[in-house]
């Protein structure tokens, strides 16, 4: 199974600044790398997907990056609606598997 | 527009069943595999596995083999995950979530709301 690191666990950001998450995959995923926001009760939000394309409606300030193994996740100025729960997901070997990071928690500073 | 809907909370004794449904609108149901993933509380998202919409045949991942099934009944575009032999481990909020496919399967772009299930004597 491949196993996807995330990192930190917490950051504390100010409104307006840049938030930088990682994701790092135990094996290479090509590509084949996702992002999703979760806010407290709400299902979470598919944000990135190819490891760089937004989904449908996903403001600009928000960018991916990354193939093989090392994946960022870039806020380019915090919104307070921003805070929020950030997870990345690999299917490169989808089907029939793939997996989620442990997540990274974006907390207002 | 597309939308997933969950049934409501359900608070179980163990060993008990519970079958949570996910009701599909705005788009053909059969075109699309449907995904699911279980959240314990305060811990991360844990992709349980898929069922392929048009054939019924469910994929598994490991550790929700044997007591976790997954159902559809096309004919009201609905998706269903039955859990048996209930542990107070299983208590988590499940969802329900559509694959995009295409050069993007494997990627959930709609979520349903999420259904807690509360295992407790």
């Known amino acids: 199974e491949i196993v996807m690191t995330q990192s930190p666990a917490t950051l504390s950001v100010s409104p307006g600044e840049r938030a930088t998450l990682s994701c790092r995959a135990s094996q290479s995923v090509s590509s084949n790398l996702a992002w999703y926001q979760q806010k407290p009760g709400q299902a979470p939000r598919l944000l990135i997907y190819g490891a760089s394309t937004r989904a449908t409606g996903i403001p600009a300030r928000f960018s991916g990056s990354g193939s093989g193994t090392e994946f960022t996740l870039t806020i380019s100025s915090l919104q307070s609606e921003d805070f929020a729960v950030y997870y990345c997901?690999?299917?490169?070997?989808?089907?029939?598997?793939?997996?989620f990071g442990g997540g990274t928690k974006v907390e207002i500073k | 527009q597309v939308q997933l809907v969950q049934s409501g909370s359900e608070l179980k004794k163990p060993g008990a069943s519970v079958k949570v449904s996910c009701k599909a609108s705005g788009y053909t149901f059969t075109s699309y595999a449907m995904n699911w993933v279980r959240q314990a509380p305060g811990q991360g998202l844990e992709w349980m596995g898929w069922?392929?919409?048009?054939?019924?045949?469910?994929t598994y991942a490991q550790g929700f083999t044997g007591r976790f099934v997954f159902s559809l009944d096309t004919s009201v575009s609905t998706a269903y995950l039955q859990i048996s032999s209930l542990k107070a481990e299983d208590t988590a909020v499940y969802y329900c979530a559509r694959d995009q496919g295409e050069a993007a399967a494997g990627t959930f772009d709609y979520w349903g709301q999420g259904t807690l299930v509360t295992v407790s004597s």
């Open positions: 997901q690999q299917y490169n070997n989808w089907p029939p598997s793939l997996t």
């Open positions: 069922i392929n919409t048009n054939t019924g045949n469910p």
